[in-house]
């Protein structure tokens, strides 16, 4: 019980400096997109800005200073823009598969840098460039970028309703731990990293409740996948458990003292519990499906989870302090 009021405290404490950190990042972001050369300034669509604006905001303000925290090493304005030019390429590159359908072999030239007249593949070359000239690993980026194309390549798969649920969760797993590598290439490497496996698995986390969370969205747009077609609460929630215990293990068994990896954990924690509110929101959901889980039947409002009420924010930390407890 003391423990779990500590961290409750704890993150209530870290609340102000992640609020902080996010700001900053946004500034950074607005920043990067109003000194643009103009002949990239051509992206046609709102929703473009507004992915390039949520990885480019989400992942360096909160994993990429998590991941810097943990090694003991300065997130400096280098590491910055890193990691948020590689970020922000993630909402172009996505699109290339799916709004605009482009082939691999189309996808595999832009990655290797030929030229273009595609807007979109213009504005993800130039993120790569810049995040590459100033990544701490950009060889190692290089080949993770090819692999996190070929997660992407893969996922196709999820276009098909015949696609059998644990190769929806291979392809979630393979998608959101690529990218997270990926991510990881920005910084500098030490003895004190967080070893792959532990990347890996924030990454297939963050994925599986990113899929959690767009369930709605992913079905209006075809997409199946392994959070979408779980029947059964209990099973997505179980599996979703399990990747929390895998993640706290990996971090137990670190080469990090103690103290930074909790200092990680702690950081860590209100993202990756925040699926488990979204889990409740939509069990309580079911109870109009005699307690299944089919999201075909739902309506919008039942599978969306706003995550800005104060309910849900409690409920946030009340699963975060919970899980830091099994550390």
Same mark, same amino acid.
């Given at each position: ?16 400096t ?5 700001? #900053? ?17 051509r992206?046609?669509y709102?929703?473009?800005? #507004?992915k390039?604006k949520?990885?480019?905001i ?35 590159f ?15 030239h ?9 807007? @979109?593949?213009?504005l993800?070359?130039?993120?790569f #460039? ?22 992407? &390549? ?5 276009? &098909? ?10 392809? &979630? ?8 590598l990926?991510? #990881? !290439? ?6 004190k ?21 767009d369930?709605?969205?992913?079905? @209006? ?11 059964s ?11 929390? @215990?895998?993640?706290? =293990?990996?971090? @137990?068994? &670190?080469?990090?003292?103690v ?8 950081q ?9 509110v979204?889990?409740?929101?939509y ?20 599978l969306? !989870? ?18 830091? =407890?099994t550390?």
């Amino acid at each position: 019980m003391w423990g779990y009021l500590r961290n409750i405290i704890s993150l209530f404490v870290l609340a102000p400096t992640i609020f902080r950190r996010v700001k #900053r990042q946004q500034k950074f972001v607005e920043n990067i997109l109003e000194t643009l050369p103009d002949t990239y300034k051509r992206t046609p669509y709102t929703e473009d800005i #507004r992915k390039i604006k949520l990885y480019g905001i989400s992942i360096p303000a909160l994993m990429g200073e998590a991941f810097c925290s943990f090694c003991n090493i300065p997130y400096s304005e280098k590491e910055r823009s890193a990691i948020t030019y590689f970020a922000m390429l993630t909402g172009p590159f996505d699109d290339l598969f799916d709004r605009h359908e482009m082939t691999d072999a189309q996808i595999s030239h832009l990655l290797e840098m030929h030229e273009t007249d595609n807007t @979109q593949g213009k504005l993800l070359q130039y993120f790569f #460039r810049k995040g590459l000239k100033t990544a701490s690993q950009p060889e190692t980026a290089q080949q993770t970028a090819m692999r996190v194309f070929a997660a992407q &390549s893969a996922a196709r798969a999820q276009k &098909s309703a015949t696609t059998e649920a644990d190769i929806l969760k291979q392809l &979630s797993d393979e998608k959101g731990g690529a990218s997270m590598l990926f991510y #990881r !290439c920005a910084l500098p490497g030490n003895k004190k990293n967080p070893d792959n496996e532990l990347v890996y698995q924030l990454g297939a986390a963050g994925q599986l409740a990113n899929d959690i969370f767009d369930i709605y969205k992913d079905l @209006q747009e075809g997409i199946y996948t392994f959070a979408n077609q779980c029947k059964s609460i209990e099973i997505l929630r179980s599996e979703y458990q399990q990747q929390l @215990q895998c993640i706290a =293990t990996l971090i @137990q068994q &670190s080469k990090n003292n103690v103290e930074s990896a909790k200092t990680f954990a702690l950081q860590c924690a209100p993202v990756l519990t925040r699926a488990l509110v979204a889990l409740d929101h939509y069990e309580k959901a079911c109870t109009h499906t005699n307690g299944n889980f089919d999201p075909a039947k739902l309506t919008r409002k039942q599978l969306i !989870c706003d995550m800005e009420k104060p309910a849900n924010i409690f409920k946030m930390i009340h699963y975060a302090a919970k899980w830091l =407890t099994t550390l």
